[in-house]
């Protein structure tokens, strides 16, 4: 008797000691957290959820095609996901849902495999719980966000969560079709490829999208938006963290308007971004970083409150470009800085507008070693009837580069042309920017409106106008602006001048000016006497009113001729005093005697219209081609040159001096 209760009691303990150990495992198996994917998460409006279901794949071995389970949290089999008819794909409905490849009586992989797209019908939340979801389908996306439904992605474990494709797949990451809703708080969308379409991470059709974390990485659309496309009607915001980072919209061969947006692609969508990053995305064509576009009725926007957008690449608009009435709109301390184009290397404004109320744009570089010209803009390059509105925030150490001396570069911080238009207001400031010319602001047949503002400590110019309009209101200040290290504030090249708007006669403008021709006039026009708000940068000079007009004139008073130097001599080694004899030469003093210049956009040789003509050529058989001629003779460059369509012709024994200027065809 006393054995049969000893074996009971013995019985008893070890069932009690079972006790635990389940309960234990079924504690082990529950899935909760933030929606954020943190747990004990203190941020406002975030809640614990319990994830009660999990999804895994199988290969199904008679069709050789992955299957898709789901199960309870506590579960160690599962049941097959709806499928729809016809085309198969998964279909989650309502619900909680994590990813898991551990689960009991499955073969654990190493990712969750799917070869169907799973398209989300209700209100779905997903945990991607550190795993991979990797899609071998072609031409289709991962996820696909109905009308009327809400895909939410997080994932407990960072971002170390993917949703991809594999390397024989395509297809966007994520979809959301029209009043389709996606929030993303964490896991990375990778990997992904949209081939001859958009949106290689994420496509928004008249959709709902919000980023408040996770990153879209190293997706790729040969149309646009490698990283994300939003189409006419759909929003995409971005919070927080949020990344969209390594992206590239690649363009295809042979095919037009290929390769825009290496990040995120607007079409007449509408794009906040009130914080998070866009870097490291590359554009075939235009907008490395963010590219907006109005292609119908419907007004693009973009709305950039703060964030970074940095280190991306393209043709034209590295980091930002506005396009087709397209609007931009940067305040707060939102930032454009370190991208490269050949074109506005920062911001590229064509027939849009791009409203700067706060912010910084700098570091941004115009660059491209193979051209010889059209390097301009190394900040914000304005065209084609667009418009840029500096109402406030910084301009600075922008740079329009190429490592070739022969080639000429515009506008450091911003380049205007070609019926564009830059307006600067308030406290805006442009600084510290660096071009051949223009290293503040180069104004070519575009319009500047400086009403306020700063521009100082430029280098090459602190405003170059070739061609352009300069209009001066208010109280704006140029100065301490330098070329090849002589001071050089607004320099007036050929016949520009400077337009003066609504500017208090003692007010307190303070604008240097430089120019070489037409007797030192620098303003027509003016009605009153406002000289006290401009000095010249040739100290030797002052800046008189003279019968309606704001000239400079020689501080003795005796001529109102500007600073030019009346005779061009030097040895013909450079040698300005004696020959350099470097190498053992020995060489003759020459006096340069007529002078090259371009005067508003006209070639000029000495005091007349330097036309083209022909010579005869060697073999007297028949006359060269038309050209610009330059006989016998000793001549010097007054400023850099633009050929129209022909070569110098070298009629005799000609000598040259560049001066420090350059010819460009």
């Known amino acids: 008797m006393k054995k049969r209760i000893l074996s009971c009691l013995m019985a008893l303990a070890l069932c009690l000691t079972l006790l635990p150990t389940a309960a234990l495992a079924a504690e082990e198996d529950t899935h909760t957290h933030c ?79 799917i070869d169907r797209t799973i398209v989300i019908r209700g209100d779905v939340t997903i945990c991607l719980n550190g795993q991979t979801l990797e899609s071998s389908a072609k031409g289709q996306p991962v996820f696909l966000v109905e009308a009327d439904s809400t895909l939410t992605l997080t994932d407990c ?26 929030n993303m ?17 994420v496509y928004v059709v008249d959709g709902t999208f919000t980023m408040n974390g996770g990153t879209i990485s190293d997706n790729k659309a040969t149309k646009g938006g490698g990283g994300v496309y939003v189409s006419a009607g759909a929003t995409f915001t971005m919070n927080g963290n949020a990344s969209v980072t390594g992206n590239n919209a690649t363009g295809s061969t042979g095919k037009d308007n290929m390769g825009t947006g ?14 998070g990053s866009i870097t490291k995305n590359t554009a075939n064509s235009t907008d490395g970083g963010v590219g907006v576009y109005t292609a119908t009725s419907t007004t693009a926007t973009f709305t950039m409150k703060g964030g970074t957008i940095s280190g991306n690449n393209a043709t034209k608009g590295g980091g930002v470009g506005v396009y087709r009435a397209a609007k931009f709109e940067m305040n707060n301390s939102a930032s454009i800085t370190d991208n490269t184009a050949n074109q506005g290397g920062g911001v590229y404004v064509e027939s849009g507008t791009f409203d ?55 506008g450091g911080g911003v380049y205007v042309s070609n019926n564009g238009t830059f307006t600067m207001n308030g406290n805006a400031s442009i600084e510290s920017n660096t071009a051949k010319n223009g290293g503040g602001v180069s104004v070519s047949s575009g319009t500047f409106n400086m009403n306020d503002g700063t521009i100082s400590g430029n280098t090459g110019n602190g405003v170059f106008v070739n061609g352009g309009t300069f209009t001066v209101s208010n109280t704006p200040t140029v100065k301490e602006n330098t070329k090849d290290g002589a001071a050089s504030n607004v320099c007036l090249a050929g016949g520009a001048y400077i337009t003066i708007g609504k500017i208090n006669p003692t007010g307190n ?25 401009f000095f010249s940068d040739d100290e030797t000079y002052e800046v008189k009113y003279e019968g309606g007009k704001l000239v400079l004139a020689k501080k003795s008073g005796g001529t109102t001729n500007p600073p030019v130097t009346t005779e061009h001599k030097h040895f013909l080694c450079g040698g300005k005093t004696a020959c350099n004899e470097v190498g053992g030469h020995s060489c003759e003093a020459t006096t340069f005697a007529t002078k090259l210049w371009m005067d508003g956009g006209v070639l000029k040789k000495g005091n007349g219209d330097w036309t083209k003509g022909t010579v005869k050529r060697a073999d007297e058989v028949a006359d060269s081609g038309e050209g ?24 005799g024994d000609v000598k040259l001096c560049l001066n420090g200027h350059t010819i460009d065809r």
């Not at 506590?74 to 085309?87: A, F, I, K, M, P």
């Not at 474990?157 to 389709?180: I, L, R, Y």
């Not at 610009?628 to 009629?651: M, P």
């Open 185 to 201: 708080y964490g896991g990375t969308i990778t990997k992904n490829t949209a081939t001859d379409t958009y949106g290689g991470g």
């Open 628 to 651: 610009y001629v330059l006989t016998a003779g000793s001549y010097y460059l007054e400023n850099d040159l633009t050929l129209s369509g022909a070569a110098i012709l070298i009629d």
């Open 157 to 182: 474990k960072g971002n170390t969560g993917k949703v991809k494709h594999t390397s024989d797949g395509s297809g966007s990451g994520v979809e959301v079709e029209s009043g389709g809703t996606f």
């Open 356 to 410: 700067m109320n706060d912010g910084t744009i700098t570091g941004n570089t115009a660059k491209n070693e193979k051209a010889s010209n059209n390097i301009n803009g190394g900040g914000v390059y304005v065209s084609n009837n667009g418009t840029f509105n500096m109402n406030d925030g910084a301009i600075t150490g922008n740079t329009a580069t190429n490592t070739d001396e022969r080639n000429t570069t515009y």
């Open 35 to 113: 929606i954020c994917g943190k747990s004990g998460c203190t941020e406002a409006g975030h809640v614990e959820i319990a994830f009660s279901k999990w999804l895994t794949s199988d290969m199904e071995q008679t069709s050789n095609s992955w299957k898709l389970d789901c199960g309870d949290v506590s579960g160690t089999t599962g049941n097959r996901v709806d499928s729809e008819n016809g085309n198969g794909n998964w279909v989650l409905r309502d619900g909680y849902y994590y990813l898991r490849t551990d689960v009991e009586n499955y073969t654990e992989y190493s990712e969750v495999k």
């Open 509 to 533: 403008a303070s604008i240097g000016v430089t120019k070489t021709v037409d007797k030192g006039v620098i303003a027509k026009g003016v009605n009153e006497d406002c000289s006290g708000n």
């Open 262 to 275: 290496g990040g995120v692609y607007v079409s007449d969508g509408t794009f906040t971004m009130n914080g």
